[in-house]
Structure formats: C-alpha cells, structure tokens
C-alpha cells in the first residue's frame, strides 16, 4: 500500500511538472516579436472596441495577425505577471480557417456560419476559453493532475460557433482544483494572482481569466459558473461578467466535477473589459443562433431593450446582507454609491427582503454536495491537495452521521450556521435529492411571488462580502462567503457583476477597536473568519463592484440595468478608475 501510494505520488508529481514544462515550452517556441512592447499601431488596436475591431478587420484596415500580434504580447505580459494562461494558442488562432480563409481573400465554406447567415461577426476578435472548456487538442484539467496530457477530441459548443464567427481564440485559462473555490490555485497550474496586486487573489474559479482580461490581454473570456465562478473574480478584478440563465448560452463542452449534477447547473458565461464590449459580444453571439450548435440552448433570439431611451423609471430592490456574512465596509459603500447615483435620476430604490436567504444556501449546497464529493474525490490523486474551502466541506461530509450530530450539539447556541451546516451536509439517497429538487422549486416560486408582488424591475446586491483577499485568506474566508451568489445560482437568475470603485484606506477601514466589539464578538463563525482577512489599508487600490440581478431569461434587462448604473453613476461623477499593477 505504501509503495502504491508512493508511486500515484510520482505520478501526480510527473503530471504536474509536464504541464508546466509544456506551458513553458509554448512561451519558448513563440517568435521573438511577443516579448516585445506595444508599437503606437498595435496600442490604437489595443484600444478598439469589439464592434470597431471586426470592422476594421472586415474593411482591410488591420489584419487578424496584427490583432494577434497586440493581444498576443499583452497575454504574454499578462501570464509572466499573474501566471492566468494555461496554454497559449496565439499561432493556432490564426490557423483556423475561417480566418486563415478570410486573411487570404477566400471565403470560409463552413455549413454553420452559413446555415446561421452570419458574416463572421466575430472576426478578429481575441478570446480566451476557461480549462474547463473544451478545445480540440488541448488538455481539459479542471484543475486536476489526472487530467493532464489527455487532450480533448472535439471543441465544445461556444468554440466551434466562436471559431465559425472568425474569433481568435488564443489561450486557455487557469482553475483551481475542483473549481469549487474562492481564489484560483492547483497543484496543476500554481497560484495565480490579481494584476492589481500579485499578493492578493484573483478569485475563482473562473480567475485566470479574469486576470486575463484584467490585464488586456483578451476581449472576453469565456468562463462557467456555478457559485460565482465568473462573478467573483470579477469582482476581484475590476472586470464586467453576466451569469445567465441555463439554456441561455451555449455551454455543451464544458467539464466540471459535477458533472451530471441537474439540481445547480453550471452556466457558460462571459466576461469583458468594459460594459459595451460584453453587450456586444452577448447580442453576437446570440444572433449566431448557438441553439444550432447546441442542443441544450434555448431557441430564443435576441431581443433588443434600450430602457435608457424610454425613460422610464425603473424599481430596485437591495438586499444588504445574506444573512451569514455582512458585507465589509468597501462592499457596502459601492452599493451605497450606486444607490445614491440611481435615485438622483429618478429611481425608486426600495430594501427588498426576500425569502429565507440562508434556508436557500443550505438547500443549495445539499444538492451541490449530494454525492457526498464522491465525484470530486474520484479525480483527486492521492498526493493532490485540493483548495481548504472544498477540503473543509469534504471532511465534514466524510464525517460520521453521529460525530457530526455531536458536533452540532456542541455548536447549536454559540453558531446555528455551522450547526445548520454539519447537520445537512452528507450524501443524499436518490429519493432524497428529488425531495431537495421539489424544495427548490418550491423556493423558486416563493422568490416570483416575492419579486412579483414588489413590483421590482431589478435586484442589487454585492457580489462578495469582501474585496479580492491574500493568496491562502480563502480558508478563513470560506465557501459560505459565496452566498450572495450562489443563491442566483440556485435560483437560475441571471446576474451580472460591474466594477464601482476601489478600496480606500481611510473611508472602508473597520472602526477603532473592532475585533474587540461586541458586533464582532457576536458574529458567527463564517463572519468572524471572512472579516478577520478584511484589512482596508492593505487591501488599498483593489476593486470593488456590484451585482445586477434579473429574473429567468432576462438577459438583456440585466444588461441594460448594468448600462443604467454606468451612466448614473457617471452623472454623479462617479467612474471606475481602477488602474492593474501591470
């Protein structure tokens, strides 16, 4: 047994070194010209928008090769700097024949592109793809060193219809183990962090793109999220995400450690560096008609909103607190900002209360974890270490039914949350999950009739309790600090994130004497443990956003609320000014 374990060990080991000295051997084998700085013409592409690149690239006036040149040096930047790029495909994007065909002057004869009508909406545009998605020939890990040199044999759906719309997609990007985690770290890949300072955390899972994007060295990213897999690092990075609902966006092609799991689905979902650029690259998208490469989308066009020119007056509701991490002063006061910016144009923004937050979040993470993490355990090599806050939730599941009652006995006054958790955390039987189904559903409709009878329009809320934290803060930080967006999660809403501000030393610092308080004494353990990371002055300068939220299938409401927010807060004289570190 011992030598058994000792040779999984070399095994993983091996797996992990091979990974990385393939990363570096594609670093190495790039022409010389990607290390070398922006030209002033490759600084004016830099700082085209999606809609002006492919008409640039369309009318002749910049080549794919000249765009790849620019964004290939940025992620090459980018990676040095953050280590967000799991495997760089800069000579291979150009390849593709839908803009290898058009560079030469020859039209792609590609079946979909011309079954959709599109002219290659896409063309020239620089796109990332998360690990966990699939691209032909590359490694699909989530994270895992069992995964390595195990190249996909076909692409996922977003790729085949990206590549068809003459998209560059020219790196992958970095996940932690499992993906089940709040920063972005594996055996596999390493830690990679946030550009806008290298101690701190990008987030996760989807953080390597994040960082990417964060950085300029991709358009969008596509990423997938469960829990706030793209909303999180968002967050952390100062970067815009739109989560939405199942059947929205293509996402056939996409692993997770999950897989099979119907009660949460994983979503596909983009990020981008600015607002129009990610409307921009939702509407194309979906007029590429992505239920025609993917069975499991929705066959729902497009369909335009601009409230901004209607003039009316929309209705917000704000939820404040989750009810099991308050959120740190930086979070409140971006809320705060938007608010005040909101009602000085004529909003209504009411406090909205909805159903039993927390009874939805413990529900949630039943049907997340039904299978005891058997299915996560099943990837895991034995040496591998997996992310604290997954570990933490797989020990406890992995406890016997009676230690954890006694541990609930134990833990009952001082921490209900903790109590809650060690009680309903082990794996479901089959008629068990379907009663956790029936639960949510029943949720569900607590929520319409909720939201219905508040007449609201769209719902605020942050997107962390905290701002991007130390690498390794994310075990003291823990799952539940997730909750504000896992609950959309499970409600399938869509929801998107958009930078506000940044954290101020002065302004966001917690009072004199604080964790020595009585609001802080009486805190449950998942508050207590995320606030002890929390520090204003050391966090200084890093990004702090909001969370928009709509209802099933609305994402284009969620875009224009996200569009609304941007031009209040501009009239009030509040912009994004968050500057990386590269």
């Known amino acids: ?65 000249e765009i790849m040149s620019t964004y290939g ?8 700097a953050t280590n967000c790029v799991s495997d760089i495909m800069f000579l291979e994007a150009l390849a593709i024949p839908s803009v290898a065909n058009w560079s030469r002057g020859v039209d792609s004869d590609s079946t979909n592109t011309a079954d959709t009508g599109q002219d290659r909406p896409l063309l020239g545009v620089p796109i990332s793809i998360k690990d966990t998605v699939d691209i032909q020939g590359h490694d699909t890990t989530i994270g895992f060193s069992r995964n ?22 020219h790196a992958k990007t970095t996940v932690p183990t499992a993906l089940l985690a709040i920063e972005t770290n594996s055996d596999v890949f390493g830690h990679t962090s946030n550009p806008y300072n290298h101690a701190y955390t990008c987030g996760g899972s989807t953080g390597g793109g994040a960082a990417l994007v964060a950085s300029g060295g991709s358009k969008i990213e596509i990423g997938t999220d469960i829990g706030g897999s793209v909303r999180i690092p968002a967050h952390f990075c100062g970067i815009w995400s739109l989560k939405g609902s199942a059947g929205r966006f293509p996402r056939w092609g996409s692993a997770a450690p999950t897989d099979g799991l119907e009660g949460i689905e994983i979503i596909a979902s983009p990020m981008a560096g600015n607002l129009n650029d990610l409307a921009e690259f939702w509407e194309r998208v979906i007029r590429c008609k992505p239920w025609v490469y993917d069975h499991t989308c929705i066959p729902l066009p497009w369909r335009a909103l601009n409230l901004r020119e209607d003039g009316r007056r929309l209705k917000w509701g704000i939820i404040w607190e989750d009810g099991t991490i308050p959120p740190a002063p ?14 000085k144009q004529g909003h209504e923004v009411v406090n909205f209360e909805p159903p039993d937050i927390v009874g939805c979040l413990l529900l949630g993470y039943q049907l997340l974890f039904s ?71 029943r949720y569900r409709a607590k929520w319409h009739e909720k939201w219905t009878e508040e007449g609201l329009d769209l719902v605020l809320t942050v997107p962390h309790a905290l701002p991007a934290f130390e690498h390794g803060a994310s075990a003291k930080a823990t799952l539940v600090s997730a909750g504000y967006n896992f609950i959309f999660s499970v409600l399938d809403y869509t929801a998107g994130v958009l930078p506000v501000t940044v ?72 912009v994004f000014s968050g500057k990386p570190a590269l």
Request: overall charge positive; glycine content about 6%; hydrophobic content about 40%.
């Open 503 to 574: 954290v101020d030393r002065v302004a966001d610092a917690l009072p004199q004497g604080f964790f020595s308080s009585r609001q802080y004494t009486s805190m449950n353990g998942a508050s207590q443990g995320a606030y002890s990371v929390y520090d204003a002055k050391k966090m200084h300068g890093l990004p702090v956003g909001v969370q928009i939220v709509g209802k099933r299938l609305e994402e284009e409401k969620v875009l224009e609320g996200m569009k609304i927010i941007e031009a209040a807060l501009r009239e009030q004289g509040t």
């Open 371 to 441: 299978d005891g993490g058997q299915q996560i355990l099943n990837l895991l090599s034995p040496s591998e270490r997996l992310g604290t806050p997954a570990k933490s939730v797989i020990d406890l599941l992995r406890l016997p039914r009676f230690f954890k009652r006694l541990l609930s006995f134990s833990t009952r006054k001082t921490d209900p949350l903790a109590t809650a958790f060690a009680q309903i955390l082990h794996k479901k039987t089959v008629v068990e999950e379907r009663e956790l189904v029936v639960a949510r559903d």
């Open 73 to 80: 040096k940025k992620a090459l930047s980018a990676q040095k």
């Open 148 to 169: 390595v040199g195990k190249p996909a044999k076909s692409s996922a759906a977003i790729v085949n219809l990206l590549q068809d719309a003459g998209a560059l997609i």
């Open 1 to 65: 047994m011992i030598f058994t374990l000792k040779s999984w060990s070399n095994v993983h080991q091996r797996a992990c070194a091979w990974k990385e000295k393939s990363r570096q051997q594609q670093i190495e084998s790039l022409p010389v010209v990607y290390s070398e700085p922006l030209s002033s013409s490759e600084e004016k592409i830099h700082a085209l928008s999606i809609s002006e690149l492919v008409y640039q690239c369309r009318s002749g006036l910049i080549s794919p090769s």
């Open 330 to 343: 930086a979070c409140r006061r971006a809320l705060s900002l938007v608010i005040s910016a909101l009602r």
